[in-house]
């Protein structure tokens, strides 16, 4: 069975339908690229996954269990699905260490001194370990979103959602970022990434889906969405990024 | 004219200082309970209760829209009775009063709490929504993320606000004369009425006033600038 499906997902804000009949299932390991222009609905689309958009319609499946159901247990099912944000949403009042230990401390009664050593550990994968001491505010984006990562993976996350993470950056501080990613991949965490980081998408990949006005346009290997697309829209949008 | 400075000072100095204790005291207490009660307003103004909503709405435009001197003769002389009144229909005599300066208390903690709940409202709504969602994602509970990520960061941006409240509620301790509180105001009417020293009298108590104040605003620009440049340095 599939980690992750997603069954005939649909959202409205109003009268705009932002997603139509989402079908798409993720198997655990996998890293899933979602590509498409601009609101086209990724975004909203990873946003409902763990739940801060709530489905209009259509369930969401993860581990056979229905978390559009879960009602107020839905802290459960989040702490093992971590997320990285666009523009990083670190917690300003609070030390870079901080920010990493915090939750496993509060929401897991981690003892303070492994979550510590462990919260270091992390730091020092994704690159970031002399700026523990450092405050948010004082970092380039790119060190931001590194620890992001790593307070995401502090949970322990069986999957990661990864919501345009490099689209804030500053062209230079994308590689950084994309790095400690594609070690995520190798170590076999399983990923949903909306991105426009054709490169990453190519390189990294075992699916690329391709969505369009709120639907799913395509869904294949990467290989067979960026050489032979079969969809026209696919094709146009391709021609367009590819080209710049 | 001539002008008695020399006795002023000597006789209206030591008690004015001792007017500065009673103004201290009532403003440290009265904006700790604003500070409280305008904390629980903005909180309760939050929640997704209805009827709560629009009892607290509609409190908040009782106070804001009566003046703070009503308020205290209110709470001073016409609370009291109420409460005589509501235990006499158990029977009980109780005959209870109120002290001017707990009056004046209460009275800066309602009214400031009010004004100051809409400081931290507006606050709270200028946090980054981005602050909740990353709380949210991780696995806290909505309360939980507002009173770890929302509140503390509100909190902290309202800091300057509040500092110009705090001054203003020491300038307002003038009011507490008309229930007979000790404090500045009215130490110095009754030394002017008793010498006819007006001039000099109420020149003295305008100063004593500005030394209190002046320094506390300059307090409050630096913390406003402190928190503005935090940790960038």
């Not at chain 2, 709380?135 to 806290?140: I, N, R």
């Not at chain 2, 509040?162 to 130490?187: C, H, P, W």
Request: hydrophobic share 45%.
């Amino acid at each position: 069975m599939a980690m992750l499906q997603i069954k005939n997902l649909s959202k409205s804000f109003g009268d705009l339908q932002v997603l139509r009949d989402i079908n798409i299932e993720v198997e655990k390991g996998q890293v899933v690229v979602i590509i498409g222009p601009s609101g086209s609905g990724k975004s909203t689309m990873l946003r409902c996954l763990n739940l801060l958009e709530t489905p209009s319609g259509g369930q969401i499946l993860y581990q056979g269990d229905d978390i559009t159901a879960l009602g107020k247990k839905v802290t459960g099912y989040r702490k093992r699905v971590g997320m990285v944000f666009q523009r990083f949403n670190l917690f300003q009042l609070h030390t870079v260490l901080e920010n990493v230990m915090m939750a496993p401390v509060q929401l897991n009664k981690m003892d303070k001194a492994a979550a510590r050593e462990k919260a270091l550990d992390l730091l020092g994968k994704v690159g970031m370990r002399d700026k523990a001491e450092a405050y948010p505010d004082t970092l380039s984006g790119g060190q931001q979103q590194r620890v992001a990562i790593a307070r995401a993976l502090a949970m322990d996350p069986e999957m990661l959602l990864f919501d345009e993470p490099t689209s804030a950056l500053d062209p230079e501080l994308v590689g950084d970022v994309l790095e400690v990613m594609k070690k995520l991949a190798r170590e076999g965490m399983t990923m949903i990434v909306v991105t426009h980081e054709m490169g990453f998408a190519r390189e990294v990949a075992d699916r690329v889906i391709f969505m369009d006005e709120g639907y799913v346009v395509e869904d294949g290997s990467p290989d067979v969405i960026f050489t032979k697309p079969k969809n026209e829209r696919t094709k146009a949008f391709l021609s367009r990024v590819l080209n710049k | 004219m001539t002008l008695y400075w020399q006795k002023t000072f000597s006789t209206l100095g030591p008690s004015l200082l001792q007017g500065i204790g009673v103004v201290v005291y009532v403003t440290v207490f009265g904006f700790l309970a604003s500070l409280l009660i305008s904390l629980v307003l903005a909180i309760g103004r939050m929640s997704k209760n209805r009827p709560l909503n629009r009892i607290l709405v509609l409190f908040v435009e009782l106070i804001r829209g009566t003046p703070l001197l009503v308020q205290f003769f209110y709470i001073y002389y016409v609370i009291p009775m109420l409460l005589d009144a509501f235990f006499l229909l158990f029977g009980v005599k109780t005959g209870i009063q109120i002290k001017p300066v707990t009056a004046g208390i209460i009275g800066f903690g309602i009214n400031y709490g009010c004004y100051m709940s809409e400081v931290i409202r507006s606050a709270i709504v200028s946090i980054d929504p981005g602050q909740r969602e990353a709380g949210l994602a991780l696995g806290y509970s909505e309360r939980q993320v507002l009173f770890k990520f929302i509140i503390p960061p509100a909190l902290r941006n309202s800091i300057p606000v509040f500092g110009n409240y705090l001054v203003m509620m020491i300038k307002d301790t003038s009011l507490l004369a008309m229930i007979s509180v000790q404090e500045l105001l009215l130490r110095t009417k009754t030394f002017a009425s008793q010498t006819f020293l007006t001039v000099e009298a109420y020149t003295l108590l305008a100063l004593v006033y500005l030394v209190v104040s002046v320094p506390l605003s300059r307090v409050s620009v630096v913390l406003e600038k402190r928190i503005k440049h935090r940790r960038k340095s």
